[in-house]
């Protein structure tokens, strides 16, 4: 399959020459927490394949959901049409919000949710009267997606330089990471010292700014950098005095993965969109949501054609998709998801809280049902750490995939106390592995 694999299928975010020498991993099946190989070897999902799986694979609740549903209506165009698992999704989310983000468009994917979210902040403006608001503003490391409009806002230049002719210049704020902090400053100085930054900005190109994208509370793709809610909050408040909307790409922190549903609810604020997916199915099929406040939503309503929002795919609001998004946050509800996580990610944190006295440890840190440590190498070493620590995880049982020298944990809501022991006592030992010795090998997992 491997083999197959490589002459066959063009694979993401790889260099596909690595496979050369470190094997493709073969899944043949999966349930709740566990992946299996095609020779019947188990590994613990401890990244939630990709941060997409809220609930454990092949959930019965979801998978019953999607039986009836294929019964029903697979699919509909959702343009001059409507079904109920959108129009419910829809209301449910905004519900959510207080009603605050009343509003709900459809797409497929992560990046495609911040291409809408930005097309539809220039297309406000325009609508407004105010076509000279064309800019972005951006955080420093931020990663938004890999499409031409959200790759121009995206801050790392794995993904962005070899693009950067094709892309429109964003402006990049100082990022609130709180690995930032100076000596006797605290998460809060740091994030004071980026508002500042973003200040000194809008005061010299508020006007010609549309918006301000930002990941809340946690920049994944930056190594789990994670930063004050204080940073949202000073956020809110310059795009409200600047007249700058702010968009919320919550679509790897959001659905509970920073403690609260939704990210920006721990600064007590609501941005102007909400970009949704990863989770939003429970890990089961590709779905993304815009949400975006009524005033926005105003701007577009109107007898022409050409004032309204036409940007469009085949599959948007998949009826499939929906259901499983549905089902989902019916789990989060019968569960009381968000207490029991609390839970479960205090006992995970506990069982490697002995890593901060860790020599080769640095920023050992949580936030919600996410947690992460950066290994002490040398940083032009992080790709080679990445893919030798993966391994060695798979060796002791536990997927894993460190971003450069950081190692993070980001597993499913159902983890039971002996899956807990088994990917904290993996994660250990795949560091000790792995900073002891670079051979790399088959990896053997465990036996169901």
Known sequence: MAARSRRAVWHPCTQMKHHERVPLLPIARARGAWLYDADGRRYLDGISSWWVNLFGHAHPAINAALAAQLDTLEHAMLAGCTHAPAVELAERLAARTDGTLGHAFFASDGASAVEIALKMSFHFWRNSGRSGKREFACVRHGYHGETLGALSVTDVPLFRDAYGPLLRQAHCVASPDARLALPGESAGDVAARALADVAALFESRGDAIAAMVVEPLVQCAAGMAMHDPAYLRGLRALCDRHGVHL?????AVGFGRTGTFFAHEQAGIRPDFLCL???????????????????????????????????????????????AALATLDLFDSQDALAANQRRFDALAQALAGLAAHPRVAHLRRRGAILAFDAMIDPAAGGDFARRYARHALDAGALLRPIGRTVYLMPPYILDDE????????????????????????????RA
């Open 247 to 251: 968009i919320a790409d919550e679509i």
């Open 277 to 323: 997916s990863k989770g939003i199915t429970g890990g089961y099929l590709p779905l993304s949501v815009v949400l975006s406040r009524d005033a926005i939503h105003q701007a577009f309503y109107d007898d022409d054609v050409a004032r309204g929002f036409l940007h469009s795919h085949s599959y948007t609001g998949n009826p499939l998709a929906c259901r």
């Open 419 to 446: 899956e807990i022991a088994l990917l904290a006592a993996a994660t250990v030992q795949a560091l000790e592995r792995t900073l002891d010795a670079p051979a790399v090998h088959r990896p053997t997992g465990t």
